[in-house]
């Protein structure tokens, strides 16, 4: 069963830098596209929250983590190749048939 | 930043030892890579440098960790005497755990940076003031991210950011193998100026370990390898070499050295803070002129220890009660303290560190060793010399007075390992040899050296009987009569630079 924010996303970046919105970018568009309506995401910058990447273990940036479904995924980068970042991230394929990784029904 | 524009000052890291060889300590406020391989004591180097910033110079520190655990780190800690828990509770020192989080690597999709680890080094520097940085190790980072010149530049920048800090740093890194590149991946290049380089190597199957300032961008340091060794409780030792020519001082007193017509021979006696070596063969009465220099210590007032790697105590009481000295009562006044030890028990690093803190321990005014040979059958040819040279300069440092013996090879003399590397470190000499005069074998005594003074150069014969150590006339009219030691001779005498004699 699927409630309506199935898929909870952080993603940490490293101050307002072009990568930083790329990788937040490229994030809504994966969700939109695989998840859209099913999805929480958060963004965390690391220089006003170094805390939070304390607790989460983080090294680089941009990271996401996908904390539901578990178990968790990270994911590194800007997540510039969608197709392999939607792989990565294991989401369900789109609608319109733009493969995503998972079996999710 | 540092002082006086391009040249760093210098952090001392408060690890025995090591400070004096990089002449006074890491390059301040500046990253400094340790390279070596698996079990060349990089951790430990890390741990200690953070542990003797707390201990001994109230400096907090941060310690990042690429792949060993937080709680593993402790434990080691622990078992070399860093009370780290203790520390984190005071705010003193701080983990940033950056070790993987899980066994399955982070699949990387995309560019990426190292920002999220500067900040939170940033972050914990901040916190609680450090100034010391500890990143161990490079190449666990290398290992995850697969992507060599992004790791590299990403390596750059956070050692960039830690100068920026104004923080202190050591970086680890390994090394594929004890003499090849400094690290797998070139990153000393790109990240650091300085580099030290930890060795542990097997030599004859012996164990050693050494470290080496590879460089200081610009600044001196002193050349070469110096042993350590890694002790429990302790932590790395450094073995410093002999920094004799720069000795501020030289003691001008004189001390009795437990016969009169020596002290006579030595005018007046050895000087407070002298190394003496007595040389010659077996029963030439090297160790009843230990035991007279120790029973002198005794009769006035000073406290002596006496280390032994010949003889068990029972052997040497016996002996010394053979020419009227009771050992065993000096010790029970609490001046003497006599250790005896097999070689074998230890390595040679070992032998030192046990020796030297035996010394630190009860503070004595005079150390006897014998004999210095014994631990030669211990050691290889490079060990002993950085052996006798750290222990000259220990000695020396503490104004101890010291009668060390050697035993030559032949029953006539001539050269022994030990005396080459010691000669010219030793301000004294005083050569035992069998002597063939008038068709019979007597014995002769020489002071071939003596630092800072006149000294009689003449070869007086001498006797051993129950009272002790008979030294009388010389030999006269004769020429030669050293011998085969003469060659020997001219090697101590003219043996290198720093002869005073």
């Known amino acids: 069963m699927v409630g309506i924010s199935s898929y909870r996303f952080r993603l940490f970046v490293t101050g307002e830098t072009g990568r930083s919105r790329q990788a937040a970018d ?53 997540l510039s190749d969608l197709e392999l970042a939607a792989i990565a991230l294991d989401l369900p394929d789109t609608q319109d048939g733009t493969k995503g990784a998972g079996d999710w029904t | ?44 180097f890390g741990l200690q440098f953070l542990s003797e910033g707390i201990r001994q110079f109230s400096e907090p520190g941060v310690f990042v ?12 800690g622990a078992s070399l005497g860093f009370g780290i828990q203790g520390w984190e509770d005071e705010g003193l020192w701080v983990f940033v755990d950056a070790a993987p989080v899980a066994i399955e690597d982070d699949m990387v999709v995309g560019s990426y940076d190292f920002g999220a680890l500067v900040a939170r080094i940033d972050h914990a520097v901040k916190r609680i003031g450090a100034k010391r940085v500890c990143l161990d190790s490079l190449g666990a980072v290398y290992d995850r991210f697969r992507d ?24 680890t890194v390994e090394r594929p193998e004890e003499f090849g590149p400094i690290s797998r991946l070139g990153v000393e290049e790109f990240v650091a100026d300085n580099v030290l380089v930890l060795r542990n190597v097997l030599e004859r199957e012996k164990r050693r370990r050494t470290i080496e300032v590879l460089k ?57 803070d002298s190394v003496v070596i007595v040389s010659g063969p077996t029963g030439s009465g090297k160790t009843l002129m230990t035991s007279e220099f120790v029973a002198a210590s005794a009769a006035s007032g000073e406290r002596c220890v006496l280390l032994s790697f010949e003889e068990s105590l029972e052997q040497l009481m016996r002996n010394a009660s053979s020419w009227g000295i009771d050992l065993a009562a000096l010790e029970r006044t609490g001046k003497l303290k006599i250790i005896c030890e097999y070689p074998e028990v230890a390595s040679l690093e070992d032998h030192f560190v ?50 060390i013996t050697s035993t030559t090879t032949t029953l006539l003399g001539g050269p022994s390992v030990t005396e080459s590397h010691i000669s010219t470190l030793a301000d004294g000499i005083i050569l035992l040899r069998y002597v063939e005069y008038q068709s019979e074998v007597r014995r002769g005594v020489v002071v071939l050296k003596m630092r800072g003074a006149a000294h009689d150069k003449q070869i007086l014969e001498y006797t051993i009987d129950d009272h002790g150590l008979h030294i009388g006339e010389p030999f006269h009219g004769l020429s030669g009569i050293l011998g085969l030691t003469r060659s020997v001779s001219a090697e101590l005498e003219f043996g290198g630079p720093s002869n005073l004699g």
């Open chain 2, 148 to 171: 060599p010149s992004t790791v590299r530049l990403e390596l750059f920048k956070v050692a960039s950011a830690l100068k920026a800090m104004g923080v202190t740093s050591l970086l």
């Open chain 2, 354 to 403: 046990a020796m030297k803190e035996v010394i630190e321990e009860f503070d004595p005014q005079r150390v006897a060793i014998d004999n210095l040979s014994a631990l030669e059958r211990i050691s290889t040819g490079r060990g002993i010399r950085d052996f006798i040279i750290g222990l000259a300069s220990f000695l020396k440092q503490g104004e101890i007075t010291s009668l």
């Open chain 2, 1 to 44: 930043m540092s002082a006086g524009g391009n040249v760093p000052h210098r952090l001392p890291t408060g690890i025995a030892g090591l400070d004096q060889i990089m002449l006074g300590g890491l390059p301040a406020e500046r990253p400094t890579l340790v390279s070596g391989t698996a079990g060349g004591g990089k951790t430990v």
């Open chain 1, 26 to 78: 490229n994030l809504r568009e994966l969700c939109e596209a695989h998840v859209a309506g099913f999805y929480q995401l958060e963004v965390i910058d690391v220089l006003d929250h170094p805390e939070r990447a304390e607790e989460d273990r983080i090294i680089a940036t941009p990271t996401v983590i996908r904390l539901d479904p578990v178990p968790p995924k990270r994911v590194i980068g800007d």
């Open chain 2, 216 to 272: 200081f961008r610009g600044q001196p340091h002193r050349s070469g390898e110096w042993l350590f060794t890694i002790v429990d409780g302790e932590g790395i030792v450094v073995i410093p070499l002999s920094l004799m020519a720069l000795r501020p001082h030289a003691s001008e007193e004189r001390v009795t050295t437990g016969n009169h017509v020596l002290d006579r021979m030595c005018s007046g006696g050895f000087y407070r």
């Open chain 2, 65 to 76: 960790t690429f792949e060993e655990s937080t709680g593993d780190l402790r434990q080691s």
